[in-house]
C-alpha cells in the first residue's frame, strides 16, 4: 500500500516540494560516491612507489585516507536529517490530509520512510553512475597503467546503493518520531528532554585521554590513547554541542539588552537540539582543522630543521585535507540554510506579525544572524580549545613558542573562519526571512 | 473635525483574485470603527492597507497629513511601529519569548531598555488579567490568555490607532468578549482609535460605527440597522 500512495504523492508536487527532494537526492548521490571511494581504496592491495599519490598507493595510509572519507559521509547525513526535518514541515497539509483519509501515524512514517528510499535509491544511483565515471576519467587523465588494480569492482557497488537507500529510508523514520500527525495538523513534540550536562562527557574524556596519550612511551599505547581521545573528543563535539548551544542561549538571553538579541537568545533556547546538532558539523570541521594545525607545523619544522624543502607527499595531504574540510564546511552551512528555512518554516508567521507590528525585517535579519553567532562561537571555540588541550602535552614538552603561536594562531584562524562562515551563510539567507516576514503570511484561510 | 484615518478609490489584487475595488472609508480620532463583511469580502485587506502593512494597488492612504501609500517600507515600519497597535486572530505570539518578553519587545524595538520595557510589560499583562503568567510561552497559554498577551502588546506602546484582525475569532464568546472589553476599555481609556475587523455581529455592535465590505467594496451600516 504505501508503495502506490507514495507514487501517486510523488506527482503534482509544489516548487518546494521539488527543490527539497533535489536536495536529498544530492546528499544520497554525495554518499554513495564518497561511501564507494572508501570501499574502493579499502579494497585496492599492495602498494606502489609514488611521489604524491601516496595516499592512495601505500596500503598503510589507505585505512587513513577511507576513514576520511566516510567522516565526510557526516556533514552529508546532517545535511539529510535536516531536509528530511524540513520535509515534515513542508508536507504539513499532505500528511495531515493523509491521516484524515484514514491512514494511522504509522502507515504516515512508512509512506514518508518509503518516499525518502525512493529518492534515495534515485540519488544514489547517480551517485554511483558519476563515481565510476569519475574514477575512469581521473585515471585516464593521470595516465595510470594499471586500472584494473585500483578501478572499483562494479559487484560492489549495489551493495553500497542498497546501503544508502536504507540510510535514507532510516533517517525519514528518525527524523519522524518526533513528529505528530493528526487530522488536523502536524505539530512537532515539544517535550524533548533538553540536552544534558552528560552530553559533555566524551568530550572531557577525549581531550584527557589525548593528553595521557602523549606521555605515555610504551609500546603502542601512547598512539593508541591518543586515537582513542581523538575519537572521543570528536564524538564529544558531536553529542554535546546541544547543550554548548542551550548554555550559551540561557546566557545570552539574561543579558541581552536589544530586541535582536533576545529573540536570538531564546530561539535557541527554545530548540538547541536542532541548531546545536548543525553546529556540531561545523565544530567538527574546527576540530580537524586545528589537528591539522600541529601536524603541519610538525612537518614544516622537521623540514626547515633539516634545511630540506617539503616533500610533495605532505604538500598534496594538506592539500586535500584542505579541500575536505572546505566540503565538510560548505556542506555545514548548506545544512543551516535548511534549517533556517525550517525555522521559518514553523514560525514565519510570528516574524510577519513582529513586522506588521514595526519590527524592522533588517532587525529581524540581525536577529538571525545573531543566533547563528550565539550558536557556533561556543561550539567552533570548544573544539578548538579541546584538540589544543588534547595536545597540550606535546606542544608543552619541547617549549617552543613559535610552535605554541602558530598551533594557536591556526585554532583561532578556524574558529573564526568557521563562525564568520556561518555567519555570512545566515546573512545571506535573509530573502528567506524577508519571504516569511511578508504580509501575505498574515492571511488566514 | 479632519479625519485620522482616510482611505480613497483603494484597489488591491493578489494575482488574479480582486480583493479591494475603489474601496473608500474614513475614520475620525477616537473612533471604534467595526469592518465586518463575509470570508474573503477584502476586510482584513482594507485593514492591512490601512495599517500601511499593504501598498495599494491604486488608490489613496491618508493618516492624519500623512500620505501613507507614497510612504516606502522603512517610513511605513516606523510608522506602525511608533502609532499603531495591531492585533491579530491567533495572537501571532513569537512562541520562543515569555508572555512578558513577548510585549517587552515592541517596546524594545521602539528604543526602550530591557528594564524599562519589562516593567512596562508586566503592568500591562496586570491590566489585561495575566500577570501571573508574564513567564508562561505562548504555547503555555490559553487561547484567550494568549490573545490577552497580544492585546497587552499592542496597547503598551501607547498607539493612536489599534487595528484589530479578527481579535476573537479564535475564541469562545466568553473568552472573546473579555478580550474585546479590556482591548475597547484600554483604547477609549486612552482616546485611541480602533479599527476592528470582524464578521460576528455581536462583536460589531461593540463598535461606535460598523461598515461592510462586500466584493471589496464599503458601505455603510446606518445606525438604525444596527
Redesign the interface.
Known amino acids: 500500500m504505501p508503495f502506490d500512495i507514495a507514487a501517486m504523492l510523488a506527482r503534482g508536487t509544489s516548487r518546494a516540494e521539488r527543490r527539497r527532494r533535489r536536495l536529498l537526492a544530492c546528499c544520497a548521490a554525495l554518499t554513495t560516491f564518497l561511501l564507494l571511494g572508501a570501499v574502493n581504496l579499502m579494497m585496492i592491495r599492495g602498494t606502489e612507489q609514488t611521489d604524491w599519490a601516496g595516499l592512495v598507493a601505500e596500503e598503510g595510509l589507505r585505512p587513513g585516507t577511507a576513514l576520511a572519507l566516510v567522516l565526510l559521509v557526516i556533514p552529508v547525513l546532517a545535511l539529510l536529517h535536516q531536509s528530511g526535518r524540513v520535509a515534515q514541515a513542508t508536507q504539513e497539509r499532505r500528511l495531515a490530509a493523509l491521516r484524515l483519509a484514514g491512514a494511522t501515524p504509522g502507515d504516515v512514517r512508512r509512506l514518508a520512510a518509503v518516499e525518502a528510499a525512493r529518492i534515495g535509491a534515485a540519488g544514489a544511483v547517480i551517485g554511483g553512475i558519476a563515481y565510476v565515471c569519475a574514477q575512469r576519467a581521473a585515471m585516464a587523465a593521470l595516465g595510470v597503467r594499471d586500472t584494473g588494480r585500483y578501478a572499483i569492482a562494479l559487484w560492489v557497488v549495489p551493495f553500497v546503493l542498497v546501503l544508502v537507500v536504507a540510510a535514507a529510508a532510516a533517517v525519514s523514520l528518525l527524523v519522524s518520531r518526533h513528529v505528530v500527525t493528526s487530522p488536523l495538523h502536524v505539530a512537532r513534540r515539544?517535550t524533548r528532554p533538553r540536552p544534558r550536562r552528560a552530553a559533555l562527557i566524551p568530550l572531557a574524556a577525549g581531550v584527557a585521554l589525548m593528553m595521557v596519550g602523549t606521555f605515555v612511551q610504551w609500546l603502542d599505547l601512547g598512539i593508541s590513547l591518543l586515537f582513542l581521545g581523538a575519537v572521543a573528543t570528536l564524538v564529544g563535539v558531536m553529542t554535546g554541542s546541544g547543550r554548548l548551544v542551550l548554555e550559551a542561549a540561557r546566557l545570552t538571553a539574561r543579558r541581552?539588552?536589544?530586541?535582536e538579541t533576545?529573540?536570538a537568545a531564546?530561539?535557541l533556547?527554545?530548540d538547541p537540539r536542532a541548531t546545536g546538532r548543525t553546529m556540531a558539523v561545523v565544530g567538527l570541521v574546527v576540530a580537524f582543522g586545528t589537528g591539522a594545525g600541529v601536524i603541519e607545523w610538525d612537518v614544516y619544522h622537521n623540514a626547515s630543521t633539516a634545511d630540506a624543502p617539503i616533500g610533495s607527499f605532505w604538500l598534496v595531504s594538506f592539500g586535500l585535507t584542505y579541500a575536505a574540510l572546505l566540503f565538510a564546511l560548505l556542506v555545514a552551512v548548506a545544512a543551516l540554510v535548511v534549517h533556517r528555512a525550517e525555522a521559518l518554516l514553523e514560525?514565519g508567521?510570528?516574524m510577519?506579525?513582529?513586522?506588521?507590528?514595526?519590527?524592522?525585517?533588517a532587525?529581524l535579519r540581525r536577529a538571525a544572524v545573531r543566533q547563528t553567532l550565539i550558536a557556533a562561537t561556543p561550539v567552533c571555540a570548544v573544539a578548538a580549545l579541546a584538540t589544543l588541550l588534547g595536545m597540550a602535552p606535546e606542544l608543552a614538552t619541547g617549549p617552543n613558542p613559535v610552535m605554541a603561536a602558530w598551533t594557536a594562531g591556526r585554532a583561532l584562524l578556524m574558529v573564526a573562519l568557521a563562525v564568520a562562515a556561518a555567519a555570512a551563510v545566515t546573512a545571506a539567507s535573509g530573502r528567506l526571512l524577508s519571504r516569511a516576514a511578508a504580509?501575505?503570511r498574515?492571511?488566514?484561510e | 473635525m479632519s479625519p485620522l484615518l482616510h482611505a480613497r478609490g483603494v484597489t488591491k489584487t493578489f494575482g488574479r483574485t480582486l480583493a479591494l475595488r475603489g474601496a473608500s472609508l474614513t475614520i475620525d480620532a477616537g473612533e471604534v470603527v467595526a469592518i465586518s463583511g463575509p470570508s474573503g469580502s477584502g476586510k482584513s485587506t482594507l485593514l492591512h492597507c490601512l495599517a500601511g502593512i499593504l501598498v495599494p494597488d491604486e488608490g489613496e492612504i491618508h493618516y492624519g497629513e500623512t500620505r501613507l501609500d507614497e510612504l516606502d517600507e522603512d517610513a511605513r515600519t516606523r510608522l506602525r511601529r511608533e502609532a499603531f497597535g495591531i492585533v491579530f486572530q491567533f495572537g501571532g505570539l513569537v512562541p520562543e519569548l515569555t508572555a512578558e518578553e513577548n510585549v517587552a519587545v515592541s517596546l524594545m524595538f521602539r528604543g526602550s531598555g530591557r528594564a524599562e520595557a519589562s516593567a512596562t510589560a508586566r503592568d500591562w499583562l496586570d491590566r489585561v488579567g495575566v500577570g501571573d503568567c508574564a513567564t508562561l510561552r505562548p504555547g503555555e497559554l490559553s487561547g484567550g490568555q494568549a490573545q490577552r498577551v497580544a492585546v497587552a502588546r499592542a496597547l503598551a506602546t501607547e498607539p493612536t490607532v489599534v487595528f484589530a484582525d479578527e481579535p476573537t475569532g479564535a475564541l469562545d464568546s466568553v473568552a472573546g468578549e473579555e478580550v474585546l472589553g479590556l482591548l475597547l476599555g484600554a483604547a477609549r481609556e486612552r482616546g485611541a482609535t480602533v479599527v476592528l475587523v470582524t464578521h460576528d455581529n455581536r462583536v460589531a455592535a461593540y463598535a461606535d460605527r460598523e461598515v461592510v465590505v462586500r466584493d471589496g467594496v464599503v458601505s455603510e451600516v446606518p445606525a438604525v440597522v444596527r
Open positions: 515539544s541581552a539588552r536589544s530586541p533576545l529573540l531564546r530561539a533556547e527554545a514560525n508567521r510570528s510577519a506579525v513582529l513586522a506588521a507590528s514595526g519590527a524592522p525585517v532587525s504580509p501575505e498574515l492571511r488566514t
